[in-house]
């Protein structure tokens, strides 16, 4: 029973230290949601903290992929942006 108890709050533990994927998120007073573009994204927030571009294949394709940071409240929000458009918010 103990056993069962330790290994539970071990992965609580790590639940809420993981990254929390969000459809939208309140950054620095701005609302930010999937679908939006690079460019709304840099208009309500200003240029991020720091930027990584890459590309991943997709059904055989080259998609080009750009992953922005802001931080905000204590957090660090970072937002992927997929063909221009946002495709996932994570927080942590």
Known sequence: ???KLLIAAALMSAFTFANANLTN????????????????IVGKLGQPAS????????NGKETPVRE???S???KTYTITIENGKVTAIKSR
Do not use: C, L, P
């Open 1 to 3: 029973m103990m056993k």
């Open 25 to 40: 998120a309140g950054i620095n007073g701005e609302r930010v949601r999937v679908g939006d573009s690079y460019g709304q």
């Open 51 to 58: 930027t990584y571009d890459y590309t991943k294949n997709v």
């Open 68 to 70: 922005v940071s802001y």
């Open 72 to 74: 905000s409240d204590g």
